[in-house]
């Protein structure tokens, strides 16, 4: 008889905790409840074990004892308030609204800009160009002020504003003033004075 009541149990607890739990799968609740309830509604099935518990301990304790054994009141608890508590939230949700899911508005963005809903990327800011030193417009005719040039630096046309003919007649001055030292050491130098002939 216990069996049999097991086995009806069973069968009968299963198919209702499958299909809360189906309706579980389309709700809306949190992910982490939503996980919870379904461990609540998998434990109803210790309540078809209470049952198997008296069919097994009856024969050495008796019907009495076997059905107020901590065993079988332990199962009968757990199963039944499992069971209850799963169906009460998941009842809360799909009734009354309770515990929804909340929608990021990050993930909501990023879906309407991957689906072309969203504007576009957004504009990077140019950097910003970095300041001008003083006396930048060059050695020789530049605009620049207080500019000093590095020592051994070759001399440059400057760029700048106050750049004109002045300046590259300037600058032709001193490359001939240059090109002229340079010509008066080579005759100068000891190896371009000619040697006295020797005398037989």
Not at 74 to 100: M, R
Not at 147 to 158: D, F, H, N
């Amino acid at each position: 008889r216990y069996a049999q009541r097991a086995h009806f149990h069973g069968a009968a607890i299963a198919t209702f905790s499958m299909v809360l739990i189906i309706l579980l799968m389309m709700s809306n609740l949190k992910t982490r409840l939503k996980s919870f309830t379904a461990i609540l509604l998998g434990m109803s099935s210790a309540y078809p074990l209470a049952w198997f518990s008296m069919f097994w301990l009856a024969p050495w304790i008796g019907r009495d004892a076997a059905h107020s054994h901590i065993l079988t009141e332990s199962l009968t608890y757990v199963g039944v308030g499992g069971l209850l508590l799963g169906a009460l939230i998941l009842y809360c949700n799909l009734f009354l609204g309770w515990f929804p899911e909340e929608l990021r508005q990050s993930t909501f963005t990023e879906t309407r800009t991957r689906a072309g809903g969203g504007g576009g990327a957004a504009a990077v800011p140019p950097k910003a160009a970095p300041p001008r030193q003083a006396g930048g417009g060059g050695d020789i005719g530049g605009s620049g002020s207080g500019g000093r040039r590095p020592a051994g630096a070759v001399p440059s046309v400057g760029t700048g504003s106050g750049g004109g003919p002045g300046a590259v007649q300037a600058t032709r001055d001193q490359v001939s003033g240059l090109m002229d030292k340079l010509s008066d050491r080579f005759r100068t130098s000891p190896a371009t004075k000619k040697k006295p002939a020797k005398q037989p």
